[in-house]
């Protein structure tokens, strides 16, 4: 199933290819906690200043220790939280200023695969239901249309047939999160967002994942975000990496740049506590 | 001590609202005490309307509510008009006697739940555990009413026990000893049927606080200590069990007006219960009214002084 | 027995009780308010196969009943007097479920004789039928009542759990307030309200509404956990992301995971409501004659001369136990069930 073929003028197209898919502009987000009987409120602060700027078709890596604020921007992103302040222009719109309605046809371009793949699908529906929902949900083509993408997509990401009406105790680790992924993929998304996918996976299912995502986004022409606090990992399969700490987006370069040249200090920090990195960035950028 | 005060308002507030919610309902009563009057051809319904306009009955309803609450802040409840006394002095001696039997009957049981579920919680799934719960669970499965129906009996069918009552026949001269024995006598059924009726869910819960705290791990490192198992149950698990129990003791004080209602009506004990129930008959309003404030009063102090236990008793709530 | 048999028993004859009290008018052989005035307090009857002569008969029969020469009130077997039981007899009309009129009940004995399996009452009216109809009263009660406080529990909790802020505050705090009402006390408090003798069926249907009105507080705390806790949970972020309604994501994925509290507070509440209805009926304050329920059949035990010489009339409370068990033991199986789902 391609996405939705962009039909305009060589010269929007390429103002449009130009253009980044979407660009994070000086995102706070804070939240005011009671203490149980004393009631006293501290406010706590999940992102300061956050801006970062992600190009089509790219893979971008966002990196932090935890409590450095990306998976609040993530969710944020993925309009799964309200930040505090700020923009996120998608696709040159602002989407924290969008109606309701006009917000209902945005959720189905950034799509979020979460970090439990058993969380983050509900055991009680089977593999068919689970990925044909968002299609029922946003109340696209029939029922009968909707089986037959859903069960394409569940072939698709490479669990076994029968499987679809297997319920998700049924299934390992690895399908799991590939049945997250058929059911994020289903609505034709531009944007998928890994919010520490592959953390919970072994190393042999992690790499059958990424070259599934790999695969896929070239067929698919999709836009990756992934959130890791792993830098290791990422430097695998990362174009462009931006690094956070304590909510600010402390510096976004291409990898090659940044492995090689670390602009800020606290990259130069994390950088130098992976020794085993020089190898990787050798093998892959040299 | 801020979170003191905030409790104490919070309970006055909540108080004040159910002597509304009571007042209001009782007031959707249609007709009263007097409809009775009114059936007698010999009194003129304007005899009648006077009688009413002298109690205060038709007046409008926030008149009535707020009179009545004036009247009762300052200890005047109002009149019962079925046994023509002032409801104060009324419901204060069925009270007496139903603290009488549910605080004898709250005493025995914990008495009782408490070795039963220590002891259970210690020798958890041996049979002594295995046979406590089956006796728990029995105990639970039978209602109330039969409870007492069956002690009822078994006191006519024995002649063992007094059946019902608080005392026999009346006589003023007798010693503080001998009435003493005849009240005890009497009150050894109704007690022990309601102990028993509060037996198993007491037994459930300490047992379950001791298992939780026997599994924590500060135990398990005492015994692996070799510190004896007696010592470990007494001065280790049962201080750190206690913060649960503390609240149940709460709750059972919190209910001890409301329990023996049934205790009362079956074995002909004089308490709040069976008044209410009688006055409920008569349409005797001022009465019920003040029966349920005043165990919406124990509920809500019995509630907020276990809490206040708990924050005594817990240095760790304190320091938030 | 393994959990799940456990569960499934119980489930099943719960089923079967409900079904038994549901064709009362079946399997009763007589109708709740017939009387008869010269059998009064008649013993319970027993069933034989064979007679005083050491004959065997191929029915089951009952032997009827003359006065007792000794004890003018009481009554003595006479074995002259056999009556056979008789299946799937003709009998007084009743009405199945209160809709369907029939005459067919499961068993009798050929009309004048009478048959009493549970003996008779002060007016001679059939304790058996009375048993099987009264259950008919009471068991609504706790269901319908059960089943309103569950259902204003869920939306209460529901809402409070899921929109927080001040909807939460309000609703908890007002939960508070029912909590802390001797509900036992409130409900006499409201049947006080209620005129002493207005008509069954209205009384009924008010004490159901406001004992079902009293109970949703506790319940509701426990829903609104589970809410709280399901809201946050990833596939109803997913859901969400996909631009799901609340309304959707209530009804799809987090009530379905309060469904073990559901099941087991409805398992709690349901003999609760069903003793309330008991106690009220007990003190006279439930239905009014001559519509009886589980409660009004005891309450003559509070005379002394009917509790030291008529035994039988103690057979109602005795057979609430194996009521009560069930339904325990029913709420006891979920818990566990549902417990190690969670997990």
């Given at each position: 199933?391609t ?65 450095s ?6 969710r ?18 602002d ?99 890994l ?8 190393l ?7 070259k ?8 698919h022409?999709?836009t ?15 174009n ?8 600010r ?32 960035v050798?093998?892959?950028f040299a | ?12 507030l ?10 209001a ?9 007097f ?11 304007q ?14 309803f ?15 409840l ?23 039997l ?39 499965t ?97 201080p750190?069990?206690s ?61 907020l ?16 | ?8 028993l ?10 038994l ?45 003359k ?5 003018p ?46 003996g ?33 529990a869920?939306?209460?909790g529901?809402l ?11 609703l ?25 003798h ?25 829903i ?9 949970r ?60 589980w ?49």
């Open positions: 199933m996405p939705s073929t962009q039909m305009a003028t060589s010269k929007s197209l390429d103002r449009e290819i130009r253009s980044p898919l979407v660009r994070i502009k000086r995102l706070k987000k804070s939240h005011v906690q009671r203490r149980p009987i004393s009631r006293a409120k501290s406010e706590v602060t999940a992102l300061q200043d956050a801006s970062l700027t992600i190009d089509r078709g790219t893979t971008f890596a966002l990196i932090g220790e935890s409590g604020g990306k998976s609040t921007l993530a944020c992103l993925a309009l799964l939280e309200k930040p505090t302040e700020g923009e996120i222009w998608f696709e040159g719109r989407i924290l200023q969008l109606a309701p309605h006009e917000l209902f046809a945005v959720r189905n371009q950034i799509q979020m695969i979460f970090q439990d793949p058993a969380s983050a699908l509900n055991p009680g529906m089977t593999a068919l239901e689970i990925v044909a929902e968002p299609l029922k949900i946003q109340k696209r083509c029939s029922k009968a249309e909707q089986r037959d993408l859903a069960l394409g997509w569940v072939a698709r990401v490479g669990l076994p047939s029968g499987s679809e009406h297997k319920r998700p105790m049924e299934f390992s680790g690895g399908q799991r999160q590939r049945l997250a992924i058929a059911r994020a993929l289903v609505l034709a998304p531009k944007l998928l967002i919010d520490e996918a592959l953390a919970s996976l072994d042999a299912n992690q790499e059958m994942i990424l599934l995502l790999a695969d896929l986004q070239r067929e022409s999709l990756y975000l992934h959130i890791s606090h792993d830098l290791r990992q990422v430097a695998h399969f990362a462009e990496v931006a690094v956070m700490n304590e909510g987006v402390v510096e976004q370069q291409p990898a090659a740049k940044l492995f090689a040249e670390p602009r800020d200090s606290y990259t130069r920090e994390l950088l130098l506590a992976m020794p085993s990195l020089e190898s990787i050798l093998d892959r | 001590m801020k979170y003191l005060s905030r409790r104490l308002i919070h309970a006055i909540l108080l004040l609202a159910i002597s509304f919610f009571s007042f309902l009782l007031q959707m009563a249609p007709g009263d005490y409809d009775s009057l009114r059936l007698n051809p010999q009194i003129s319904s005899t009648v309307d006077k009688i009413r306009a002298q109690y205060g009955l038709d007046r409008p926030p008149v009535r509510y707020a009179f009545w609450l004036r009247g009762a802040l300052q200890g005047d109002g009149y019962s008009l079925a046994s023509n006394s002032a409801v104060g002095p009324l419901i204060g001696v069925r009270a007496r006697n139903t603290v009488l549910s605080g004898t009957a709250t005493a025995l049981a914990w008495l009782l739940a408490l070795p039963i579920g220590i002891w259970s919680a210690a020798k958890r799934r041996r049979t002594v555990d295995r046979a406590a719960e089956l006796a728990t669970s029995a105990l639970l039978v209602p109330d009413l039969l409870l007492f129906l069956a002690l009822l009996l078994l006191a006519v069918r024995t002649g063992w026990f007094p059946t019902g009552g608080m005392t026999s026949a009346a006589d003023d001269e007798s010693s503080f000893w001998s009435t003493f024995t005849d009240i005890a006598f009497h009150l050894v059924l109704p007690a022990f049927g309601l102990a028993l009726a509060m037996l198993p869910m007491l037994v459930r819960h300490v047992r379950a606080a001791m298992i939780e705290v026997l599994e924590a791990p500060f135990v398990r490192a005492a015994r692996g200590h070799g510190i004896p198992r007696l010592r470990i149950l007494f001065r280790y698990a049962l750190v069990a913060n649960p129990l503390i609240q149940l003791l709460g709750f059972s004080l919190a209910t001890m007006l409301s329990t023996s209602v049934i205790a009362e009506i079956v074995l002909s004990w004089p308490g709040l219960g069976a008044l209410m129930v009688e006055s409920i008959f008569a349409r005797d309003l001022y009465v019920v009214v003040a029966i349920v404030m005043l165990s919406s009063i124990f509920l809500v102090a019995g509630n002084l276990a809490d206040l236990l708990l924050l005594a008793a817990d240095p760790r709530i304190r320091t938030e | 027995m393994t959990l799940r048999h456990t569960l499934r119980t489930i099943i004859l719960l089923a079967v009780l409900h079904a009290i549901f064709f009362a008018g079946f399997i009763a052989p007589y109708g709740f308010s017939s009387q008869n005035r010269d059998l009064t307090f008649a013993p319970p009857a027993q069933i034989h196969f064979v007679d005083a002569h050491g004959k065997i008969h191929g029915r089951p029969f009952v032997y009827g009943l006065t007792d020469a000794l004890d009130t009481g009554y003595e077997i006479d074995p002259s007097q056999i009556h056979p039981l008789e299946f799937f007899v003709a009998g007084a009309p009743y009405k199945i479920a209160g809709l369907l009129p029939a005459t067919r009940h499961l068993f009798g004995v050929r009309a004048p004789s009478q048959i009493f399996l549970m008779t009452d002060a007016y001679g009216r059939d304790q058996f039928s009375r048993f099987l109809y009264g259950g008919q009263i009471s068991l609504l009660a706790g269901l319908l009542a059960a089943a309103g406080a569950l259902t204003i869920i939306a209460v529901a409070a759990g899921y929109y927080r802020g001040w909807i939460d505050e309000i908890m705090r007002t939960g508070e307030l029912f909590v802390a009402l001797p509900w036992l006390y409130l409900l006499f408090a409201v049947r006080a309200v209620l005129p002493l207005i008509a069954g069926w209205q009384v009924f249907l008010l004490l159901v509404a406001v004992m079902g009105l009293l109970g949703w507080a506790r319940p509701a705390r426990l609104r956990g589970v809410v709280l806790s399901a809201k946050e990833n596939f109803v972020l997913a859901a969400r992301g996909f631009g799901a309604s609340d309304f959707y994501l209530l009804g799809r994925h987090i009530l379905p995971q309060a469904s073990g509290v559901i099941l087991t507070q409805l398992a709690l509440l349901i003999p609760q409501y069903v003793l309330a209805e008991v106690t009220l009926s007990f003190l006279g304050l439930g239905v009014s004659e001559p519509t009886p329920s409660g009004s059949l005891l309450s003559s035990l509070q005379q002394y001369y009917v509790l030291s010489s008529y035994w039988w009339m103690f057979l109602p409370a005795v057979l609430l136990v194996p009521v009560f068990l069930l339904y325990y033991a029913a709420a006891n199986a979920l818990q566990e069930r549902f417990r190690s789902v969670q997990l």
